[in-house]
T-cell receptor
Framework: GAGVSQSPRYKVAKRGQDVALRCDPI?????LFWYQQALGQGPEFLTY????????KSGLPSDRFFAERPEGSVSTLKIQRTQQEDSAVYLC?????????????FGAGTRLSVL | AQKITQTQPGMFVQEKEAVTLDCTYD???????LFWYKQPSSGEMIFLIY??????QNATEGRYSLNFQKARKSANLVISASQLGDSAMYFC????????????FGAGTRLFVKA
């Protein structure tokens, strides 16, 4: 597609459920990022992939969060045993190369609400 | 440590006038990039403008310009000839190039353009 696509757009989960959020980056983009955006705040970095390699996962808040990009294209962010504090918008971004100054293009996000 | 500060939670501007959104940053790196993104109510982050730390000229992209003052560590966004469609959240972001791939964002400024 022309842009970064994320699904679902909205997800409601009961506390303790596992969720999986999908990101389809722009075709040919090597780099992929996940961010968490709490209400009224700026995005916070979660993790970074270069192709299928996860090069930085320093922002993942706990071991309940797991991300993968097995074929270097589509990525999935999985949250196990969701908690209320996980409620946020999860943004995915992709960029053309691994060079640091490459512009990141964002998807519209998945809004996760944990009840 | 990296840090981005946006001190204006909200700003009002009259249509067709210019507005400046403030951004200051903190880094010990000599090589870094500064970015501005727009986030309308739809949620998608839209890239506006980029400034590299070694760029001598201030960046410009159409109605957007970046007032880069390296010694003061400020990177203010100037929007000229404001339009109603400019009403949105605006985020300043920074990426250090020395290592890692993390981009950090400020808390944002909500801009309201009045007719």
């Amino acid at each position: 597609g022309a842009g970064v696509s994320q699904s679902p757009r909205y997800k409601v989960a009961k506390r303790g459920q596992d969720v999986a959020l999908r990101c389809d980056p722009i075709s040919g983009h090597v780099s992929l990022f996940w961010y968490q955006q709490a209400l009224g705040q700026g995005p916070e970095f979660l993790t970074y992939f270069q192709n299928e390699a996860q090069l930085d996962k320093s922002g993942l808040p706990s071991d309940r969060f797991f991300a993968e990009r097995p074929e270097g294209s589509v990525s999935t962010l999985k949250i196990q045993r969701t908690q209320q504090e996980d409620s946020a918008v999860y943004l995915c971004a992709s960029s053309l190369g691994g060079v640091a100054k490459n512009i990141q293009y964002f998807g519209a996000g998945t809004r996760l609400s944990v009840l | 440590a990296q840090k981005i500060t946006q001190t204006q939670p909200g700003m009002f501007v009259q249509e067709k006038e210019a507005v400046t959104l403030d951004c200051t940053y903190d880094t010990s790196d000599q090589s870094y990039g500064l970015f501005w993104y727009k986030q309308p109510s739809s949620g998608e982050m839209i890239f506006l403008i980029y400034q590299g730390s070694y760029d001598e000229q201030n960046a410009t992209e159409g109605r957007y310009s970046l007032n880069f003052q390296k010694a003061r560590k400020s990177a203010n966004l100037v929007i000229s000839a404001s339009q109603l469609g400019d009403s949105a959240m605006y985020f300043c972001a920074m990426r250090e190039y020395s290592g890692g791939f993390k981009t950090i964002f400020g808390a944002g400024t909500r801009l309201f353009v009045k007719a």
